[in-house]
């Protein structure tokens, strides 16, 4: 197996490992501070939307799961506080009850995930980190450097959902290419490895590797822009049921869409609402909250297709000279700010196009960080897959119900970033930062 370079085993010594997972850990837990210190402590509180949880569960829940998985399943250490583990349990109450229960307040809520981080470095300075799959890489660690940054995502989301005055900021991205890309690129057909073996820190869902056989298709250079989508609402895409699935016409007319969320409509002009600030719909900019029925609606309408969750990986991580398949499009290095917006570094997408550094083997720009990518497939087990170390990561999720995302998004860190990593959601979400691009099948091209 070939798809990667050893990143941690045998190649850099336990104490380098210590020190990447402090950093990770460290990098979250500010991010934590900056996303719930920014606000008072009524807007932590309440529930801005009934699709997510109060700030101060996520915060809460951050420090619950790292106590589970770090001090109680790796340090062997008894519960803190375990009246509260059934309030912090993703499993246990729906997102829209939270709110009704007795949460730990603000300042209980930080004090707790403070206590538990200083004991979990502790246990992280005495750790072999080998031994144990738990241990193996740091694996358990890495693990829930994810977890956070992923419900720093979450909290992202719930800051755009907030109808209060602006509180978070950071610069706005660079300008796009002057230069104009090929509407398209080509992918031959042809077998590559999907998924992964050797990825440390990699999820159950992104193993094992295997290979699929991909016929040729091609792809857009960049996600769809909102100046493009924009002439398909100006055609009547949302009026006209031949572009939709039957669920997502049904969808539509039950939701009343007529624009992606957040957009608003001004004379002749389109806003959107974005973390606190109206302003105009940026043209270059990837089209952002739109469900999967609008994705899909939008490329029947341009004469294309979504692509399938193999296609998209082929496009983004195969090595047509070498044969491999690499960590990220540009190669196996880490993530840097050349090659793709991500961590939150701006509130917002690049231009389509950006990015030239993060440029795949075959030409496509922008495949990780700007947008989540929906893709044409539903969430399903890869062959050989095993549940690992809980069945409720990946496992209960899997079926139709689901749709796959790909790439993160500006709101995703690197460490939850990588090539063979795989979101999904329900085809009817637009609140989560989500566009696409679209393909179609080549014959003999």
Partial sequence: MTDTTDRLSGTQSAEALRDRIAAELLAARDRTAGLTDCVEDEDLTAQHSPLMSPLVWDLAHIGNQEELWLLRNVGGRDPMHPEIDPLYDAFEHPRSERPSLPLLPPGQARAYAHEVRGRVLDLLAASPLEGTPLLRDGFAFGLIAQHEQQHDETMLITHQLRRSGAALFAPAPPAGPSAELPAEVLVPAGPFTMGTDTEPWALDNERPAHQVDVPAFRLDTTPVSNAAYQRFIADGGYRDSRWWTPEGWEYRCRAELTAPLFWSRDGGQWLRRR???????????????????????????????????????????????????????????????????????????????????????????????????????????????????????????????????????????????????????????????????????????
């Avoid at 739109?290 to 979504?306: M, N, P, Q």
């Avoid at 193999?310 to 050349?338: I, Q, V």
């Avoid at 795949?360 to 990518?373: F, H, I, K, N, T």
Wanted: proline residues 11%; hydrophobic residues 35%; contains cysteine.
């Fill in 275 to 445: 973390f606190g600030t109206v302003e105009p719909v940026p043209g270059d900019e990837p089209v952002l909250h739109v469900s999967w029925y609008e994705a899909d609606a939008y490329a029947r309408w341009a004469g294309r297709r979504l692509p399938t969750e193999a296609e998209w990986e082929k496009a983004a991580r195969h090595d047509p000279g070498s044969g491999r398949s690499r960590r990220y499009p540009w190669g196996d290095a880490e993530p840097g700010p050349e090659h793709a917006n991500l961590a939150q570094r701006h509130l917002q997408p690049s231009p389509v196009g950006s990015y030239p550094a993060g440029e795949s083997p075959y030409g496509a720009r922008q495949l990780m960080g700007d947008v989540w990518e929906w893709t044409a497939s539903d969430f399903h087990p890869y062959p050989g897959f095993r549940a690992w170390p809980y069945r409720e990561y990946s496992e209960v999720f899997f079926g139709p119900e689901y749709k796959v995302l790909r790439g993160g998004c500006f709101a995703v860190a690197p460490v939850a970033c990588r090539g063979t990593f795989r979101n999904w959601d329900y085809p009817v979400r637009r609140q989560i930062f989500a566009g696409f691009r679209t393909a179609r099948t080549v014959d003999g091209d």
